[in-house]
Structure formats: structure tokens, C-alpha cells
């Protein structure tokens, strides 16, 4: 049989799909591209924002109109915080929560009888992240989250945390490099978390994955500052480990972040991005940023401000506050008006721009190895690349059109930002 996976929201979602794919292609059915040419759809739907909610619905609209014909299976946080409603949904099959979306393919080929072929059939393959175009793979570590800030809706649809083991992790990696993947993701919904319910650390996972796997480049996604123990940056003394981190700060003033309910003050921040940029040349730190929380004053909102611009950042995602319903936030006095939000959004988002501006001007002139990642063809025979440097900038790069770059590492020279200024322009050594 034929599936279509498709993810909206989270880097958490895209390892699941990854997880999937491999399990339904160890049974002997096909990863396909496109939704008109799937028997089996399967959606990994998000709800961190009422936004991303109505995006999940949808897609799950549009996968069932291209193809009325397949069968439709739901999962995710959306699908998870409103499970009737998904399944009453015209065209869905089976909703799958996420409390047991780690036997999803299982659950779909029972539900559908899907026909399995001998193993021997499925050997050897190209993994599905090819057939996506990545040359990244997003690790699912762990799932869950036993704090609870007060705006977040994802730790009421994940549930407790549920560390997977190292052996797992460190199986999958060695099995996506055998298939040339040259750089992981550690992704979850608690990223610092990991291993609290069994004993371990990600300090030790991340020690046990430099020394029982050669994968070239390992990056973190989204981890919590707090989370950090003393002495974790000694660990990018190893070149392997990519000098970048996304730490999520949320807001520039303490006050906010108390309301919040979030565990680290901008002061101790502030230490931790000493203690980065300090012990590794070239660290890039990159945030989010929550505007218009509830009861946030215009003091707060400058105060906030001010301190971003003093620390800066590679980069900023902005989100504008939204109220989700079964989180304290919601339920807090004080909201902010959509016009004043809509004004301190396009506010960080200048000075978000002029700081990633500032950060990738600081780039110019070094020399590094980058992992590239798509091709398009130009005239005159040249083509261009993209790829990422160590520390996650974004580089384009023209080339004879005779040459394969897609997938390689190799180095560049960063020669300046390019005009729409989000990224930089190399060029190629050797």
C-alpha cells in the first residue's frame, strides 16, 4: 500500500513522521510524495497557537478533497485536544492520540487490514527522508513535559514525560547515517528533560551518542535554559556537536516571565549566554518570544525590549499571544489588545531583522564547512545552493551546473549578507 505522511507544527512531529516511515516501510508499504497518489493519508496535526489548530483543520479538509478515496488518519495535539470533533470530521478514518501514536502504523494496518509484505521485499531501500528531500533527520528523544507554563497547551495534549533509551536513540542514528544522513536533530517536547524517568541525563545521551555513532554534524532543537547543568558546554569542545542552540526565553522581563510561570530570570540567561559565547567561538543563540501576554504593560514591554536588543540573537520567532483554552493563561486578567500586540509584533520584528543582520555581518570573512542541502539551476550554466554552517546560518553559494553538492559537506568562504538579508552569499573553496 501507498502512505502520504504529512506534519504541521513542531520538529517533535517531523522525527514521528521519520519514525513512521520506517515502520511502515520495514512492513513492506511505500512512502509516497504527493496525496492524490496515497491509498493511506496520515496528518500529524499541532495546536500550540489557535492559529496552528485551524491550519490542522485544514489540511485535514484539503488532504480528503485531493483524495476522497484513501483512507484518512489523524494524530497530533489537535487531534488529541479535540478527538471528537477530528472524528466526526467528514472523511476521517481513525484518530490516533498521542498517548499512543508511537504504535501508529501498528494501529493503521490492523484498522485497515493493510496487506504486509516479507521483509526481503523492503531491502534495500532509500529512506523516506529522501523522498521528502531532507538531508537532516529530526530525532524523537522524548516525549512530554512535567512542567507547566502557564500559556502552553502542548504539555496538556502530550502528557508525562516518557524518555526513550539510549540504545533506541543511538540504533536509529547509526541506522539513518548507514543511509547517508549527515546531520540529527535531537528533538522532544522537552528537549533538558531527557531521561529523568529512567535514570539517565541528556548530558549522558548526548556523551553516549559522540562515542557509539560517527554521524558528522548533532544539533539540539528547542531546549528549556533551565535545563542546562554546569559544564554542559564543555561537551561542543567536540567539532561534532553544531554551536547552536535555541533557548527559549519567551520574554525580556522578569515580571512576564513570573506570570508565566517559566523557571529562569534574564539575569541567569544572560550567565548562560556568557558561558556559551565564551567557551565557543562562533555560538549562536537563537529564542522565542511571546508579545502581548496577558496583563504585559508597556513598561514590561519596553523593559523586554531593551534586553533583547542588549543580549542579541541569531534569530527571534515571534509569536503573538493566543488564549488556549484548559491553560491558567487563558484565565488571566488584563489581556492585551489585538492592535496593541499586533504593534509590539511588528516592532520585535524590526528589531529582530537588525539583530540577525548585525549577526550574520559578524560572519563575513570565515571560512566553513557546510552541509548543502538543494539545488536550483540558473542560466549560464551555473547553479544554486543552500546549505547550513555550523552554527545554523543559512548560505547560498552559484556553481557550474556540472557540479553535485546536494547532500555534501564542504567548505565556504561567507563573503557577505545577502540583499534580502536573511542569509549569507559564499563562495565555494577548492
Not at 548562560?272 to 513598561?299: C, S
Amino acid at each position: 500500500m501507498k502512505v502520504h505522511l504529512k506534519a504541521l507544527g513542531c520538529r517533535l512531529n517531523e522525527a514521528e513522521l521519520e519514525q513512521w516511515s520506517q515502520q511502515f516501510r520495514a512492513a513492506g508499504h511505500e512512502i509516497v510524495p504527493n496525496v492524490p497518489d496515497a491509498d493511506v493519508l496520515v496528518l500529524n496535526t499541532c495546536a500550540v497557537t489557535n492559529d496552528a489548530s485551524g491550519k490542522s483543520r485544514r489540511l485535514m479538509h484539503r488532504m480528503y478533497r485531493e483524495n476522497p478515496e484513501a483512507r484518512l488518519v489523524v494524530s497530533g495535539c489537535y487531534a488529541t485536544l479535540q478527538a471528537k470533533e477530528v472524528a466526526d470530521a467528514i472523511g476521517v478514518d481513525l484518530v490516533v492520540p498521542n498517548a499512543e501514536k508511537d504504535q501508529l502504523p501498528q494501529q493503521v494496518m490492523q484498522a485497515f487490514a493493510l496487506p504486509v509484505m516479507p521483509a526481503m521485499a523492503t531491502e534495500p531501500g532509500e529512506t523516506p527522508l529522501f523522498l521528502r528531500g531532507r538531508q537532516r533527520a529530526f530525532i524523537k528523544i522524548q516525549d512530554g513535559c512535567r512542567y507547566r507554563c502557564t500559556f502552553c497547551i502542548v504539555t496538556v495534549a502530550r502528557g508525562d514525560e516518557r524518555s526513550r533509551t539510549e540504545a533506541e536513540i543511538i540504533a536509529e542514528i547509526n541506522t539513518l547515517h548507514q543511509q547517508g544522513i549527515q546531520e540529527i536533530v535531537l528533538t522532544g517536547v522537552h528537549v533538558g528533560g531527557y531521561g529523568s524517568d529512567i535514570g539517565t541525563s541528556l548530558y549522558a545521551l548526548v556523551q553516549a551518542v559522540l562515542r557509539e555513532t560517527d554521524m558528522p554534524r548533532i544539533r539540539f532543537a528547542s531546549v528549556e535554559p533551565w535545563d542546562l547543568p554546569d559544564g554542559f558546554f564543555a561537551l561542543f569542545s567536540n567539532p561534532r556537536l553544531m554551536p547552536h542552540m535555541h533557548l527559549p526565553l519567551q520574554s525580556g522581563a522578569d515580571s512576564v516571565l513570573r506570570r508565566m510561570a517559566r523557571r529562569c530570570k534574564t539575569s541567569e540567561f544572560s550567565e548562560l549566554l556568557v558561558q556559551a559565547r565564551q567557551n565557543i567561538p562562533g555560538f549562536n543563540v537563537t529564542t522565542d518570544i511571546i508579545v502581548g501576554f496577558p496583563g504585559e504593560t508597556e513598561h514590561e514591554w519596553e523593559q523586554s525590549l531593551a534586553y533583547l536588543e542588549s543580549v542579541g540573537f541569531g534569530h527571534i520567532h515571534i509569536f503573538s499571544y493566543s488564549a488556549r483554552e484548559g491553560t491558567k493563561a487563558a484565565g488571566l486578567p488584563d489581556p492585551v489588545p489585538e492592535l496593541v500586540k499586533k504593534q509590539r509584533s511588528q516592532a520585535l520584528h524590526l528589531l529582530a531583522e537588525r539583530l540577525k543582520h548585525d549577526w550574520l555581518q559578524q560572519q563575513v570573512g570565515k571560512t566553513v564547512p557546510v552541509l548543502w542541502e538543494y539545488g536550483r539551476q540558473e542560466t549560464d550554466g551555473q547553479k544554486v545552493y543552500t546549505g547550513y554552517t555550523p552554527n545554523y546560518c543559512k548560505v547560498m553559494v552559484s556553481v557550474s551546473d556540472n557540479k553535485h553538492l546536494e547532500n555534501v559537506i564542504a567548505q565556504a568562504t561567507l563573503q557577505g549578507v545577502a540583499a534580502d538579508g536573511g542569509m549569507l552569499c559564499g563562495s565555494l573553496e577548492g
